[in-house]
């Protein structure tokens, strides 16, 4: 039976019947979802658990049972978000999604990032622990789930195949790319010239910059939960970023998420 739709507030534990663990969905801001919540209300109906100020969703979206929720921006706000998808919800795995700067060279406005690694560029506690390396831990790099990672990108490389010369031209941007590889994450929005060559400089890698994801992909290693960080590039994280940022968060991000969240998680119900 559907889901009743009603709100419930600051509920320890969500009482709502899934048939398995669900999958948590996070993306900072509401755009980066797209429709996904609408989706899951005429799928199953939605129960909405109100949980340290954060509003989680919980029912049944494109075959696959489901958590979803805003983490907010930044890394301490990610990083609660999840802790909470984690202990309070039991999900099985976390994926993040939404826009960041482009800072690989390769990279373009309206490619597709997926994580293979993350890192919080802004981390320096040198010269007690290396830089970038997260103190007590050991860990300065994050790897995401390989085989949640694979099936992002393969539902990434569906939707530029199948959809990818339509948004080209609807928006006016290049027929994206998808790339793997680093995502960088900080408590800063990069939005200057010299800021991308100093991220270049210090991780050469790097192919995209955001604030939140290598916070979850921490949280995420800390409690063996799986998790992955895909990201469509809105700004080259330059002098024009905010502008960039802004239009492409209006205007496109939500058609992306769409459409590659829709073919992981119909994909993800037949596997």
């Excluded at 658990?49 to 696959?64: E, F, I, K, N, S």
């Excluded at 099985?92 to 826009?99: H, L, N, R, S």
Aim: with cysteine; charged share 20%; proline share 6%.
């Amino acid at each position: 039976m559907p889901v009743a739709d009603v709100p419930v507030t600051d509920m320890p534990v969500p009482d709502v019947p899934l048939p398995h663990r669900p999958l948590g969905i996070l993306a900072a801001l509401p755009q980066e979802l797209g429709d996904l919540i609408e989706a899951m209300r005429a799928e199953s109906g939605v129960r909405t658990v109100t949980h340290g100020q954060r509003d989680y969703h919980l029912g049944t979206v494109h075959g696959a049972p489901c958590v979803v929720t805003l983490a907010r921006i930044g890394k301490v706000a990610a990083a609660a978000t999840v802790s909470a998808l984690i202990h309070v919800f039991d999900v099985q795995a976390v994926i993040f999604t939404g826009v960041a700067g482009g800072v690989g060279a390769q990279v373009r406005v309206g490619d597709i990032v997926v994580a293979n690694e993350l890192v919080q560029h802004d981390l320096d506690a040198s010269p007690l622990f290396p830089r970038f390396e997260v103190p007590l831990l050991g860990v300065s790099r994050f790897a995401a789930n390989a085989a949640l990672a694979n099936a992002l990108a393969a539902a990434c490389e569906r939707f530029v195949t199948e959809e990818g010369a339509v948004v080209a031209a609807r928006f006016g941007t290049r027929e994206p790319r998808v790339h793997r590889g680093l995502i960088v994450s900080g408590d800063r929005f990069v939005a200057s010239a010299a800021a991308v060559i100093a991220l270049r400089d210090a991780l050469p890698d790097a192919l995209a910059v955001e604030m939140e994801g290598a916070a979850i992909a921490q949280v995420c290693y800390e409690y063996g939960v799986p998790c992955a960080v895909v990201r469509t590039i809105s700004d080259t994280a330059d002098d024009h970023a905010p502008a960039s940022f802004v239009s492409f968060l209006t205007e496109i991000a939500g058609a992306y998420s769409n459409a590659i969240l829709k073919r992981f998680l119909e994909a993800k119900r037949v596997s």
